[in-house]
């Protein structure tokens, strides 16, 4: 009895310091940003219509200001990812020099499809195409005709490609640079250290860093979690007749809550990286199906045509504004977009790095620019052009729909499908596992973030990250809706937008003084 109560003792003790130091690796990076997301919560819960006038004034101050450093950034990101993937920095291992990559390709994909797209693929791969159908991205282009619909593809070819993933490929690259090529921690704070003189200011700078990154990457998970939770919703509206309303999205906040909290106990290798592998299969299986039982040859031409007007519009819509005409439009749908990458790209770009250990930056940056945009090209060929199709030779109505209600969009397609019922039921369960597996992998990632970039944060912080998001998407989608969620995305990526191209300096500068040392015998 004596051996067994020491033992148990032991046992405690062990759990008790560990938990104890995991308390003290907090710091003020982990209170401050905590903070502020607490006041946002209570500010938009007790007045909601006042948390709705900021969001809207922020939002209109916001792209009319500064969107045209939105559209320079990321045309700058990509330009500076190629470079690098064809220059001789392209070997440089994340790494030693001598390691090879953790996971299997496959397993690879499947996490950075989950993380980085995910639920908002699913959301706008009906309901970005037909709302471009409705509303042409050209004043000049007759909407809901041919030349409308082809429009509305390269558009949408556009906004999932290449650029949308040079955001996350920019900030998973660096901080894998730095945490396994240099063992260094996995903050945003330390890429920009050589650019910070030691010094009594040091220390609160970074820590001003981190804490931008961290409320940029709430704000971009919550919106991604406030598009899901509004989707589940207009399908559980459209399949079986629940309300679409704020009790039901509050219910299902609590539910995705729940179970992004059980699942961010097992850790990423176990939890995150099985539902990533089912996400991927579950959404290739669904994809194929539509594929087969919709207008399959329309697909591979629309997809085929979509790929060749995207690649001839590049650099023109990549650089569009509208100063002389007034339009709105770029500052609703691109702006909005490359916003919500760059908020949402400190975790997504966090969670590439942990993933892709031992690849070298040619690797990583082939695998990241283009396996996962074109599989997200193809899904919206095969969802938006099956829609498109439908409309434009079947005489359905599925954009009006859309313009209706966005969120219906995916489930109006597959009521005009066979099986209609088990394909949106499918689906309600593939976006709520895409949900949990981004908020379970969020919460692991911010976790990190605010304790001096452990790679085991304690428990109860992960918890307090967990409910502080599941709390922001709901104050947003109470306040102001879909318009809140994009506000959200578009104000907090600002000041992150700087902070990329520091980064980027840094890289590059490092990379410069590196290569020569390691290849120059070889």
Not at 3 to 20: D, E, P
Not at 45 to 52: I, M, R, W
């Amino acid at each position: 009895m004596k051996s067994f109560t020491l033992h148990n003792y032991r046992i405690w003790k062990g759990v008790a310091m560990k938990n104890f130091k995991g308390f003290q690796s907090l710091n003020r990076v982990f209170f401050i940003s905590a903070i502020v997301i607490g006041v946002l919560v209570l500010i938009g819960a007790v007045s909601p219509s006042l948390f709705a006038a900021g969001a809207n004034a922020a939002f209109s101050f916001t792209t009319q200001s500064f969107g045209w450093l939105y559209l320079l950034a990321v045309f700058f990101f990509v330009l500076f990812l190629l470079f690098l993937a064809v220059s001789r920095y392209g070997r440089v291992r994340l790494g030693g020099d001598d390691e090879r990559p953790e996971y299997s390709f496959f397993t690879w994909i499947g996490m950075l499809f989950s993380a980085g797209f995910g639920v908002g693929l699913v959301f706008w791969g009906v309901a970005e195409p037909m709302s471009h159908f409705f509303t042409s991205p050209y004043g000049s282009t007759e909407p809901l005709t041919e030349e409308g619909a082809r429009l509305a593809m390269g558009y949408s070819f556009f906004h999932w490609g290449v650029s949308q993933w040079s955001v996350f490929a920019v900030v998973g690259l660096i901080i894998a640079y730095f945490q396994f090529r240099k063992k260094e921690n996995g903050l945003i704070s330390t890429s920009l250290s050589p650019l910070i003189k030691e010094g009594p200011l040091k220390k609160p700078v970074n820590q001003t860093i981190d804490i931008l990154a961290v409320i940029a990457t709430v704000m971009g998970v919550a919106t991604s979690l406030g598009l899901g939770i509004l989707q589940i919703n207009g399908g559980l509206n459209s399949v079986f007749g629940i309300p679409n309303n704020a009790m039901i999205q509050l219910i299902i906040i609590a539910v995705l809550t729940v179970l992004f909290l059980t699942s961010t106990t097992t850790g990423i290798n176990k939890g995150i990286k099985w539902l990533s592998n089912i996400n991927l299969g579950t959404a290739l299986i669904l994809m194929l199906f539509v594929f087969i039982a919709g207008p399959t040859v329309f697909i591979l031409e629309t997809f085929t045509l979509g790929l060749g007007d995207y690649i001839t519009n590049f650099v023109r819509y990549s650089l569009r504004l509208q100063p002389y005409n007034g339009g709105e439009w770029v500052q609703e749908w691109t702006i909005f977009y490359w916003a919500w990458a760059i908020a949402w790209s400190p975790f997504v770009g966090a969670f590439v790095a942990r993933v892709s250990r031992g690849r070298t930056i040619r690797e990583f940056i082939v695998g990241v620019l283009i396996v996962p945009p074109v599989i997200a090209l193809f899904w919206i060929a095969v969802f938006g052009g099956t829609a498109l199709h439908m409309d434009l030779f079947n005489g359905t109505s599925i954009a009006d729909a859309v313009n209706n209600d966005v969120t219906s969009a995916l489930f109006v397609t597959f009521e005009q499908m066979p099986f209609s019922l088990i394909l949106s039921t499918l689906s309600i369960l593939l976006i709520l596992t895409f949900l949990v597996t981004s908020a379970d992998s969020a919460t692991y990632i911010i976790s990190s973030m605010t304790t001096s970039g452990s790679l085991n944060p304690p428990l109860f912080v992960r918890i307090v990250w967990g409910l502080l998001m599941a709390g922001i998407a709901a104050v947003l989608l109470l306040a102001s809706g879909l318009e809140g969620l994009q506000t959200a995305s578009l104000v907090s990526a600002l000041p992150f937008t700087i902070i990329l191209i520091l980064m980027i300096y840094t890289l590059f500068k490092l990379l410069r003084k590196e290569f020569p040392r390691k290849t120059r015998n070889k």
